[in-house]
């Protein structure tokens, strides 16, 4: 099946500094997605961006299907920002998404 | 505008004891899905239905039986709950056309 590779695993950052989440896939995937999951457990959606860029507040995110890749950037990091980010493809006809493990991230004031 | 609610939100069971967890969603989504999040680890679909009346397997599906009666409505049945399955357990939902996924707010079981 279709491997889904995110790095880094864990990211510490000091409120106010930028960072870069990458989402790897071994093979095509569609409709990729990005979510926080907050400290609390749930499950926001961020972005759908099968491919092109998207911004929305302080947060932007980058697909280039063709290279099998995402970026999702983090600017003026706050503590809100804290929790798991994971990314997701859909990987068939069939409505199933292959998820990564996420992303840890902490943000300290 | 609910989106996909998850009930109950919070359960303890005994080992043995069997228990349903109902996700509905408004959306008038085709495919549902059932996730488990286990501590410190990502999420494993148990499994999942493209329509009214249709349901597949995951990559976790042992111990779990699901049921889609009405298209808006997705239950996991627990027959004879174990240890094992203490976990969170997250529905989804995603329209066939964009294949956005939409999650509900989690269902936290415990089994003793």
């Known amino acids: 099946g279709i491997q889904v590779e995110q790095s880094p695993p864990d990211l510490i950052l000091q409120e106010g500094a930028n960072s870069t989440l990458r989402c790897n896939f071994s093979?095509?995937?569609?409709?990729l997605q990005w979510f926080h999951q907050n400290p609390w457990g749930q499950l926001i959606n961020l972005f759908y961006?099968?491919?092109g860029t998207k911004q929305n507040g302080r947060l932007s995110a980058t697909t280039v299907a063709t290279e099998r890749y995402s970026l999702l950037y983090i600017s003026s990091s706050q503590t809100t920002d804290s929790g798991v980010y994971f990314c997701?493809?859909?990987?068939?006809?069939?409505?199933?998404?292959?998820f990564g493990a996420g992303t840890q991230v902490v943000v300290t004031p | 505008n609910a989106g996909v609610t998850q009930t109950p939100k919070f359960r303890v069971l005994k080992t043995g004891q069997s228990m349903t967890l109902l996700c509905a969603q408004d959306m008038n989504h085709e495919y549902m899905y059932w996730y488990r999040q286990d501590p410190g680890m990502g999420l494993r679909l148990i499994h999942y239905s493209v329509g009214e009346g249709t349901t597949a397997k995951g990559e976790v599906p042992d111990g779990y039986n699901v049921s889609r009666l009405k298209k808006q409505n997705f239950l996991l049945g627990l027959e004879s709950a174990a240890p094992s399955q203490t976990s969170v357990y997250f529905c989804?939902?995603?329209?066939?056309?964009?294949?956005?996924?939409?999650f509900g707010e989690g269902s936290r079981l415990t089994v003793l």
């Open positions: 093979d095509s995937v569609n409709n």
């Open positions: 997701a493809g859909l990987t068939d006809s069939w409505g199933k998404f292959q």
């Open positions: 989804a939902s995603s329209y066939v056309g964009t294949g956005e996924l939409f």
């Open positions: 961006i099968p491919s």
